[in-house]
């Protein structure tokens, strides 16, 4: 997608705010609001906004993974398994 189609001035969205919610529903692509020449803001609609931000917590989810094998801090999982049985049987 070319962000650069989807540029708008504040005062576009001022005046045509409900169509401009409508294609961001139905388009599912974000809009650049621009407010004298320069970009000030990204509106998206609010399924691709929870995407976004489930596709971040994963990311961060995997980095720490990351930080935490590059550091040693690893199990093996027959050891991760016996603990969770340890666990489920004491209640």
Not at 19 to 42: C, H, M, S
Not at 55 to 84: C, H, P, W, Y
């Amino acid at each position: 997608m070319k962000y650069s189609t989807q540029i708008r001035p504040i005062s576009y969205l001022k005046a045509n705010a409900a169509d401009v919610v409508r294609r961001l529903t139905e388009r599912r692509e974000p809009l650049v609001i621009t407010q004298n020449g320069t970009a000030k803001a990204v509106i998206q609609d609010v399924a691709s906004y929870e995407e976004t931000q489930e596709t971040m917590a994963l990311l961060k989810i995997l980095a720490l993974g990351n930080r935490q094998i590059e550091k040693g801090k690893t199990m093996a999982a027959s050891d991760v398994f016996r603990r969770i049985r340890q666990k489920t049987v004491r209640g």
